[in-house]
């Protein structure tokens, strides 16, 4: 079946635009999660969507980053006012979370949006 | 707050030999999960084995196996036979195994060079 999918690719931007960028998980894959990668660094965990629980947002950097998600379809990440700190590759991954059993279940990833604040 | 560690931040192996990655990570949990990533120039995160906190055997997948010392809080991979396709980023990762704190926790990555 399908992977999940991120569009744009890569997305280049001026600072102070805004821009938002788009996940589409793995059909009946009920956990979302967007991860931010810097150049040379490991993935930093931003937010996680399970079913319809309240997203944990804790990993948000600023109030300039928001995401939504439409059911368990698709999310869009939104950073407001971009900053050059912002450019990164953001990683979009999915999962198979049974409501109330904690179990191992594998996120699968996205192929990243590479982001260029100039 | 859980931390992962990983001090090589490149490694290199001549083709057929054999490797290990070295991760540490700290914790106050005692049930978790622990996660070794690839990551190819495509920046397509590829899991290549996990281990449950619980379980004393080491996982093993194929070329894949992991040394995992739990009172150490060690997590090491070992590469064998190495091909060219392993060459690639690869990250170590920690996951709680509460329910509803599902996000995985990564180091700063390896990157694994194969000599031919």
């Known amino acids: 079946g399908a992977g999940v999918s991120q569009s744009p690719s890569n997305k280049v931007t001026e600072k102070g635009k805004d821009v938002e960028l788009r996940c589409d998980p793995i059909?009946?894959?009920?956990?979302l999660y967007w991860y931010r990668q810097r150049l040379g660094q490991g993935l930093e965990f931003l937010i996680y969507?399970?079913?319809?629980?309240?997203?944990?947002k804790s990993g948000l950097p600023s109030d300039r980053f928001s995401a939504e998600r439409t059911g368990e379809s698709v999310s869009t990440l939104t950073i407001q006012r971009t900053q050059q700190e912002d450019s990164a590759v953001y990683l979009c991954?999915?999962?198979?979370?049974?409501?109330?059993?904690?179990?191992?279940?594998?996120?699968?990833f996205g192929p990243g949006t590479r982001l260029t604040v100039l | 707050a859980q931390t992962v560690t990983q001090s090589q931040p490149e490694m290199s192996v001549q083709e057929a030999e054999t490797v290990t990655l070295s991760c540490t990570y700290d914790?106050?949990?005692?049930?978790?999960?622990l996660f070794w990533y690839k990551q190819p120039p495509s920046r397509q995160m590829i899991l290549v084995i996990r281990q449950e906190a619980y379980k004393q055997q080491n996982a093993t997948e194929n070329r894949f196996s992991v040394n995992f010392q739990k009172a150490a809080k060690s997590f090491s991979l070992k590469i064998s036979d190495s091909q060219l396709g392993d060459a690639a980023m690869y990250f170590c990762?920690?996951?709680?195994?509460?329910?509803?704190?599902?996000?995985?926790?990564f180091g700063t990555g390896t990157r694994l060079t194969i000599i031919p």
């Open positions: 991954a999915s999962s198979l979370v049974v409501s109330g059993w904690s179990s191992y279940n594998e996120q699968f």
């Open positions: 990762a920690y996951r709680s195994a509460d329910f509803g704190n599902e996000k995985l926790t």
């Open positions: 969507f399970q079913g319809n629980s309240a997203p944990d």
């Open positions: 059909s009946g894959h009920t956990a």
């Open positions: 914790t106050s949990e005692s049930d978790y999960y």
